[in-house]
């Protein structure tokens, strides 16, 4: 029995990697298997993982964890500038910075539970997202956003001021005598990140983070998560102190927010604060919530929807939809040309609203559970009276 | 003194606008117990109305005028609107005044736009968990605005008061404060018209029937259930109400702000701190902390303040917030055992 | 041994004084049950003991230590365990885990970062826990989602995840409310089971027929002060309970 579900992770794990490292073929046919789509999936699937740490686990609902994302890639960048264009380093600063950052306000924030938690933490997100605009411009840039740029001249006067926003240091690189030839892209100890070696990276740590997420779910730490969900008032009076239980699975899921906004400044060395902005928030809850919140492989299936479909809804234009509907005669075309694209190109945003609705409305546990269900009523088996909770 | 006093007059416009869509979500949310992230898109809404209402009235024909010529030699375009064409000087009243007339048109446009919102989905989410109404209703906002951004762009869409209440009051004067105390008339009028609205919707609660059941339906939903009133009914009808207040009030703020299909959110997230900060589900609350913070964030963008704290006109709210929830954790008029799962 | 020192606590609701200077000592090892009729402060004193409620004046003592102020986790790690009028369980989790949680708490305390290792690697505590289950009677049960448990079964549920964490002190806010008569018996067989245990129990009753089933020694709660204290068979017989109390349920 216990040996029975060890193996069933292993297996889960083992499909779910060949899926992953074979995305660039099987996604081909159609027509996402090119590497910044992929990278997409990979980063935005890491950072709906962790958000379901926190939200599928124990219930609480942040409506600030694009503040994480903008964290760690405005501290990426900052490595590239001022170190070395090698991602390792600006991976790991960008782990150490969100998970910082998240410990503050989780400590704050976890004060208050229900819908008050949403909104603190949405508070804190709007000020970050304002400030990184304001105040912190010398950091972030303000609205032109933080850049790797190139390297400041070494023989300039005494009295210049040296200014970090514009002009990178880059000592390690330096002093490894890395030559640059205009603005350098990032790389893996040589390798250079883009296209599908930049996919890859991407792709390894996925698997990794949902090996992480997988070993949380399972253990101790990941069934006293889910009893809060479940009943926090009565896990109290169990004996359980909650509040170092869901910091903990805040600053997790902050790093996993971090992570993946190191890695979409690995792959587009460039951090700007719409990032941050709540709306960047509201995305990823959809993202879980479409796959799944609770499950563990439904908010990777989530993001990689919503940022498939949204890549192949933006790219839509009249013309396009005029060719797809080119085998309907004229008047009908017109009309459904015409419908069709208030929800493509820019519209898409139209159709992310709607996807939000349809899903919260009708299938609240998820693709995955809707799935379960349509299963369920194909084999004509009355719906158990307690099915227990798939955690695939 | 005299600044001070400025300040908390500047203040008072984007206070009142605060304080009418947080009475709204305080409504909303006391009565039916959702918590409604599309409040933000009916104050929208409503200032589209206005939009919408000032670019009919102000359809103009252009005939080219048959002697005068321009410099470059074509025929000079004798723009004229067809409300004047078709109503003389009321037509040209009517495009001064689209504002507040559009403000009266928001009532049932607004009303409908709630109930129709009421009845097809909020209702469905009374027993769904807080997390589902909250994300259910995000969906809904961000369809609502981006059907506004398909028929009338990104941009910003000014409008104009009218014409009579362009200038600036001078409010120094009257209170005997000195001169240089002045204030738009428009953003004047504005605080009166959230005033009255406020007091109108804290009568009809008081003094009428219907009222008193909303209060009583406000403190204990299922006991009123059981008396035998139609409190679904009423509900939706509640609901339509905090739609027309937040519409009026989106309507009537056009020509302070230009809005844009983005405003919604804008106020929405400012106005849930306000709803948390003065309490959930206390009607006074959220009237009181919408001015309180519409005051402060116009003192924070004071710049001798702003060169002691860099940056707290853009944070001071959300910081008054969280210090609030954290110290006083129903809010300031809160009562007890509203929303402590 | 007294195992919980109740002394002159004293608590108001605004004009509502609903306990006043009370006194109460449980023995180690006995069932000592709190009855009173409805609004005698019976509730409140218990919240009292859990760090639920704290009172205006007066000492709790468990065991030589002071209860207030504690964190109700902190409570329950000092061995007080607590059974709720209406079941609080994990109603979407299963039986076993609903058991399994409790037995962690005790074993591994108020806060363990262990988010590595496999639960299942934690056979003892799970063979435990399946034991237990078989004992009150949700082995059958025990894969099953909580919710869709008998309110019976649910009641039974948490008294096994008090059971299992071997406390010293079991509160027990009216076990049998809203039962069936055969449930009540039924409960009351179970908790003559655990008896012999030796856990101390705290039971706060209205049923006349539990209380006198069950209870060594008795405390009669009336208008927020303890008016009688002692064996069934004196409370029986007092006349002061039974101008209090008895006479009014005992029609």
């Not at chain 1, 950052?101 to 949405?122: C, D, E, K, M, P």
């Not at chain 3, 000592?25 to 639920?52: M, Q, Y």
Request: hydrophobic share 50%; proline share 4%.
């Amino acid at each position: 029995m216990l040996g029975k579900s060890a193996r069933a992770d292993w297996i889960l794990l083992i499909v779910f990697s060949v899926l992953v490292l074979t995305a660039p073929i099987t996604l081909t046919p159609i027509g996402a298997g090119y590497p910044d789509l992929l990278q997409k999936f990979a980063i935005y699937g890491i950072f709906a993982i962790g958000f379901n740490i926190l939200f599928g686990l124990t219930g609480y609902l942040s409506f600030g964890h694009a503040a994480f994302l903008g964290v760690g890639s405005y501290s990426a960048v900052w490595m590239f500038k001022l170190f070395t264009m090698n991602a390792i380093p600006a991976v790991m600063f960008s782990l150490l910075m969100a998970g910082l950052f998240a410990l503050l306000i989780g400590y704050v924030s976890l004060r208050r539970s229900g819908i008050y938690f949403s909104i603190i933490t949405l508070a804190f997100a709007q000020m970050s997202y304002n400030l990184a605009y304001s105040v912190l411009s010398p950091i972030t840039n303000g609205e032109t956003g933080l850049q790797v740029r190139q390297l400041a001249p070494a023989d300039r006067g005494p009295d210049y001021v040296l200014k970090l926003v514009d002009e990178d240091l880059r000592w390690v690189d330096q002093a490894f005598g890395v030559v640059e030839e205009g603005i350098p892209i990032t790389n893996l100890f040589g390798l250079k990140m883009s296209g599908y070696p930049g996919f890859y990276f991407s792709a390894v740590l996925l698997i990794l983070a949902f090996y992480i997420a997988m070993r949380i779910t399972r253990s101790n730490f990941g069934m006293m998560l889910k009893a809060i969900k479940s009943n926090q008032n009565r896990l109290q009076y169990t004996g359980v102190n909650t509040r170092p239980y869901l910091l903990a699975a805040f600053v997790i899921s902050g790093m996993y927010a971090g992570l993946a906004g190191s890695l979409l400044a690995v792959t587009d060395p460039l951090a700007g604060a719409e990032r941050m902005q709540w709306t960047a928030s509201g995305e990823v809850v959809l993202m879980t919530i479409l796959g799944g919140a609770g499950t563990l492989v439904g908010p990777v299936l989530g993001g990689m929807i919503i940022k498939g479909l949204g890549s192949l809804f933006s790219s839509y234009n009249e013309n396009i939809l005029n060719q797809f509907f080119s085998f309907l005669p004229e008047p009908v075309r017109e009309v459904a040309v015409g419908i069709s694209a208030l929800f493509v190109g820019e519209g898409w945003e139209l159709t992310l609203g709607l996807m939000f609705m349809i899903i919260v409305i009708f299938v609240p546990g998820g693709i995955l559970q809707g799935f379960t269900n349509i299963i369920r009523m194909f084999r004509r088996k009355k719906p158990n009276p307690a099915p227990a909770k798939s955690e695939a | 003194m005299d600044a001070i006093f400025l300040q908390i007059l500047n203040g008072l416009d984007k206070g009142g606008a605060y304080a009418l869509i947080a009475l709204g979500l305080t409504l909303a949310f006391g009565t039916l117990g959702v918590v409604n992230f599309a409040h933000g898109a009916l104050f929208m809404l409503g200032a589209f109305v206005a939009v919408a209402f000032n670019r009919i009235i102000s359809y103009q024909q252009i005939v080219l005028d048959p002697v005068n010529k321009t410099a470059w030699g074509t025929p000079v375009e004798i723009r004229t609107s067809y409300a004047e064409t078709l109503f003389g000087d009321f037509g040209l009243f009517l495009i001064d005044y689209s504002v507040p007339i559009s403000v009266l048109i928001a009532i049932p446009v607004m009303l409908l736009i709630g109930i129709a919102m009421e009845r097809g989905l909020i209702r469905h989410f009374y027993n769904r968990p807080h997390a589902d109404q909250i994300l259910v209703t995000f969906g809904l906002a961000i369809v609502l605005e981006e059907i506004v951004k398909h028929y009338f762009g990104a941009n910003p869409i000014p409008q104009s008061a009218p014409s009579i209440f362009s200038g600036s009051a001078n409010v120094g004067l009257w209170l005997g404060l000195g001169e240089n105390v002045v204030y738009p008339w428009w953003r004047l009028i504005y605080f009166g018209f959230s005033a009255i609205v406020i007091f109108m919707v804290f009568a009809f609660l008081k003094f009428t029937t219907f009222g008193m059941v909303v209060r009583a339906g406000m403190y204990d939903r299922d006991t009123v259930g059981l008396l035998g009133i139609n409190i679904q009914k009423r509900f939706t009808i509640i609901f339509g109400l905090a739609a027309v207040v937040a519409g009026v009030a989106g309507a009537m703020y056009t020509p302070i702000f230009p809005p844009d299909y983005n405003i919604g959110m804008q106020f929405l997230v400012l106005s849930f701190v306000v709803v948390v900060v003065g309490g959930m589900g206390s009607l006074g609350g959220a009237v009181a902390a919408g001015f309180l913070l519409g005051i402060l964030q116009s003192f924070a963008s004071m710049n001798e303040v702003k060169q002691i704290f860099p940056g707290i006109d853009q944070i001071i709210i959300y910081l008054v917030a969280v210090i609030i929830l954290l110290t006083m954790p129903r809010g300031l008029l809160g009562r007890k055992g509203m929303m402590e799962d | 041994m007294a195992i919980l020192e109740v002394s002159d606590i004293n608590k108001r609701f605004g004009g509502l004084k609903a306990l006043d200077k009370v006194e109460l000592s449980v023995e180690e090892g006995t069932v000592h049950a709190i009855i009173g009729p409805n609004g005698a402060g019976k509730s409140t004193l218990l919240n009292c003991f859990v760090g639920r409620l704290a009172p205006d004046s007066g000492t709790v003592t468990f065991k030589g230590k002071s209860l207030l102020g504690l964190q109700p986790h902190e409570i329950n790690q000092a061995g007080v365990s607590r059974v709720f009028q209406t079941p609080e369980i994990f109603e979407d989790l299963s039986v076993l885990d609903n058991v399994m949680i409790p037995a962690f708490a005790k074993a591994d305390g108020a806060f363990k970062f262990n988010a590595w290792h496999r639960i299942s690697r934690r056979a003892e505590v799970r063979d435990e826990a399946s034991d237990l289950l078989e004992e009150v009677g949700l082995a059958d049960q025990s894969k099953m989602i909580c919710s869709a448990l008998s309110r019976g079964d649910k009641r039974r549920l948490e008294l096994a995840m008090c059971l299992i964490q071997h406390p010293k002190l079991l509160l027990l806010d009216e076990p049998t409310a809203g039962m069936s008569r055969a449930d009540t018996n039924n409960t009351i067989d179970l908790l003559k089971k655990i008896g012999e245990r030796g856990i101390t129990k705290v039971i706060i009753e209205h049923d006349m027929h539990v209380v006198f089933s069950l209870a060594t020694t008795i405390s009669v709660l009336a208008q927020g002060t303890v008016i009688a204290e002692g064996k069934p068979e004196d409370i029986k017989g007092d006349p002061r309970v039974q101008e209090a109390y008895l006479g009014g349920v005992h029609q």
